[in-house]
């Protein structure tokens, strides 16, 4: 199954859910009365359901970003909301009341605003992971030693995935250690760069462009960015710490490469480029 089929099948079942707490807070609403035992156990299931929601998905949170957080909490919040109206609407029917007055009306509007933020939340990721070419039929699990370009280009997927999470790129400072870039990248040799590291090493060999760091994106993806293929993201570099970072300005000469070096642009394509002409 594909990942936007997935996340399709996440909606249906956020509706699903809501009308049900909907329809199950309306039997209460008829049966129980205000405060008794009942009223109070289903109100007690209803804040359960929420919290497994929440811890539930902090583990594919911490693998895919906090956006899944907040789709996780909207998704809670919504079948709250729809357990509300429907309590409030069994109250009304068993006093005799129309169904619509009180709180039923801005309890289900309220429903209805969630869970369409949660479809066009998991529209966004659907084209964004579409766009990284993720959960198109293939594991995202290259092999284990890739040569440099391969490695910016991982990379670049864990930027990328940042930028749609934060709408924006990450601070330079530390970036390699950044828990939402170093929690997508899958393997650890995908940091160093093969001509100078063992890949075990403490040489790395890759440099952040510090020209666009923290630069926010509004509401655009990485590749949308203005100049994004001419515009350098991360590059070989003669600074071989971790989180080594600049103004574009630590090119090697000689090139790394055979006298090139690879440059990875914001539009996700990698170059070879000669020492002195970027």
Not at 55 to 71: E, F, N, Y
Not at 88 to 116: D, E, K
Not at 212 to 234: D, H, Q
């Amino acid at each position: 199954m594909s990942l936007e089929a997935i996340l399709n099948a996440v909606c249906y079942a956020a509706v699903g859910l809501a009308l049900l707490l909907a329809g199950a807070g309306v039997l209460v609403g008829q049966r129980a009365e205000r405060g008794s035992t009942v009223a109070r156990v289903a109100g007690v299931l209803v804040l359960l359901l929420d919290l497994a929601l929440i811890l539930g998905a902090r583990p594919i949170a911490a693998r895919i970003g906090p956006v899944i957080d907040s789709v996780a909490a909207t998704v809670a919040a919504a079948i709250t909301f729809a357990y509300i109206g429907g309590l409030w609407a069994g109250r009304q029917v068993r006093a005799r009341r129309p169904v619509h007055h009180g709180a039923v009306v801005p309890a289900l509007l309220i429903t209805m605003v969630l869970l369409y933020s949660v479809y066009a939340t998991a529209q966004r990721l659907a084209r964004g992971a579409k766009e990284l070419g993720i959960g198109q039929g293939g594991k995202y699990e290259p092999e284990r030693y890739k040569d440099c370009a391969e490695n910016l280009k991982s990379l670049y997927m864990a930027f990328s995935m940042y930028a749609q999470d934060y709408d924006a790129l990450p601070p330079a400072a530390n970036w390699l250690d950044n828990e939402e870039i170093a929690s997508r990248i899958v393997k650890d040799e995908w940091m160093h760069c093969p001509a100078v590291s063992n890949r075990r090493d403490d040489r790395y060999g890759y440099a952040y462009n510090t020209q666009i760091a923290g630069k926010s994106l509004n509401g655009k993806s990485l590749r949308e960015m203005p100049g994004a293929a001419k515009t350098p993201l991360l590059y070989d570099s003669t600074s071989l710490q971790k989180n080594a970072h600049d103004a574009f300005a630590s090119l090697p000469s000689p090139g790394r490469h055979e006298g090139r070096n690879y440059v990875l642009y914001c539009d996700g394509h990698v170059e070879a480029v000669e020492p002195g002409k970027r």
